[in-house]
């Protein structure tokens, strides 16, 4: 699978973040131990949450004001797409 970043990336582990309004969003965890992503309304209410596998990567499709928080730093986040 080929990916274009869009953004720089990003470590929303300590604030809720809309990744740049994206929403195709793509998650790599750089660690040995699984992580977790929840996906957040605009005004901050969990809607998800889904694991990244230990070394795993994912693709999250989201609306553009909905906003992500991972678990860790070692969960790195960058937008890939734009749509309406």
Avoid: H, Q
């Amino acid at each position: 699978m080929t990916v274009i970043p869009l953004a720089a990336k990003e470590t929303p582990n300590s604030a809720d973040s809309n990744i740049s309004e994206a929403s195709l969003i793509y998650i790599c965890n750089t660690t040995t131990s699984a992580g977790t992503v929840t996906l957040k309304t605009s005004g901050g209410v969990a809607i998800a949450t889904i694991d990244v596998p230990a070394s795993g990567s994912l693709t999250i499709k989201k609306k553009n004001a909905e906003k992500i928080r991972t678990s860790a730093a070692t969960l790195t986040v960058t937008a890939i797409g734009y749509a309406n």
